[in-house]
């Protein structure tokens, strides 16, 4: 699963990006500085697996994660080859979901392409490229379904009509992903590989002087806008998440401290995207090590053993579950066993988040 950080140039996409990954993304303040796109690997904290380790007596311990990708900046006229826009929107296409950092802070030091700060047009401007570039991409596979369904293809009338009714909304100048299809519509929207189909994160990037303190005018813009979207919306600093992210363990929590906050911007912006995908983790534990497996959400259970191994799954006999905080509680596996918080599940049981597990297998 990735997920694309997309916005006009010098908005701090790549230096969120840095405090993302630590990868060291280029940052400079002149557009165009990120071309191909940088890739990071983030973990996703989650204080269950310390507690799990501290209880097992493990120092292995092995995060979900989730895959960033640092797109460029988009301009006006990418849809028609832009400021490289082809290549950029190429880009966009193979990620999952958006997260579409938002310049909300002043700052004549720092080059604005368009000038001034203006969050509602920044954002209509990258979802207009996404909107064009897809209207652009349906128009031929609109002509051939209605050819084909002239001709008593009824998949094909079918695929004509979720087509006919995109191209409506797009035409005024709404994302896909403000539109809402049955099961069945859905399989052909996803056939269709739409750029603004993707679920979004807007990232507002705030200054330093406006964290801890309510939000300014810009970012009850960039709020309203993903109220109207459905979409979700994350305020943060980039420039105090990219140190943060240089600082170590103990003095990260101390300059949090400081600043009033209780989560880096970063662990929200990592959680929402996680959830935004739909995922979520059961746990293994052992000596050997405490680890975090991602799966989709409503998952079964030999499809979450698959994760682990794929003999896992092929030979699935049946799974021992416990709840996280029933083991915490119960303080081992042995004890949880014996005061009956430990379940055997077969292949029709439906994963639950924060699931401890043992499967077992033959093959």
């Known amino acids: 699963m990735k997920i694309g ?8 996409k790549s230096t969120l ?3 993302l990954s630590q990868a060291g993304a280029e940052s400079a303040n002149y557009p165009f500085c990120t071309i191909e796109p940088n890739i990071g690997i983030v973990d996703i904290k989650d204080e269950r697996l310390g507690n799990l380790a501290k209880l097992y007596n493990t120092k292995n311990i092995v995060p979900a994660c989730i895959e960033f990708v640092d797109i460029a900046g988009l301009v006006k006229g990418a849809s028609k080859g ?3 826009g082809n290549k950029f929107l190429s880009h966009i296409r193979e990620v999952d979901a958006i997260v579409h950092v938002v310049r909300c802070f002043d700052n004549d030091k720092i080059i604005n392409v368009y000038g001034n700060t203006d969050p509602e047009r920044d954002i209509e401007i990258v979802n207009l490229e996404l909107i064009l570039a897809d209207l652009e991409s349906i128009e031929k596979r609109y002509d051939k379904a209605l050819k084909n369904a002239k001709q008593g293809d009824k998949l094909a009338q079918q695929e004509a009509e979720v087509i006919k009714k995109i191209k409506n909304v797009l035409e005024q100048y709404k994302p896909v992903r403000t539109m809402k299809f049955d099961k069945e519509e859905e399989k052909i929207v996803k056939s269709l590989f739409l750029l603004s189909s993707k679920p979004v994160i807007y990232a507002a990037n705030i200054s330093e002087l406006d964290l801890g303190k309510p939000d300014n005018s810009y970012v009850q813009i960039v709020k309203d806008i993903a109220k109207k979207e459905n979409a979700e919306i994350i305020v ?7 140190e943060l992210a240089n600082l170590t363990e103990e003095d990260s929590e101390m300059f949090k401290k400081e600043l009033g906050i209780t989560e880096s911007g970063l662990d929200k912006l990592a959680k929402a995207s996680y959830s935004l995908l739909g995922l979520m983790s059961f746990l293994t534990a052992g000596e050997k090590e405490v680890r975090a497996w ?7 259970a030999p499809q979450a053993a698959g994760k682990i191994h794929t003999d896992f799954e092929r ?3 049946k799974a021992e579950i416990v709840n996280y905080s029933d083991l915490m509680q119960c303080g081992n596996w042995v004890l949880a066993k014996e005061k009956g918080k430990v379940r055997i599940e077969g292949k029709e049981y439906i994963m639950q988040d924060g699931d401890v597990v043992v499967f077992k297998f033959n093959v």
């Open 5 to 12: 950080v997309v916005g006009l140039p010098n908005v701090g």
């Open 294 to 300: 991602t799966i989709e959400k409503n998952s079964k």
């Open 315 to 317: 030979g699935f006999i």
């Open 82 to 84: 832009e400021g490289l």
């Open 17 to 19: 990006f840095n405090a």
């Open 236 to 242: 943060l600093c980039a420039k105090i998440e990219e």
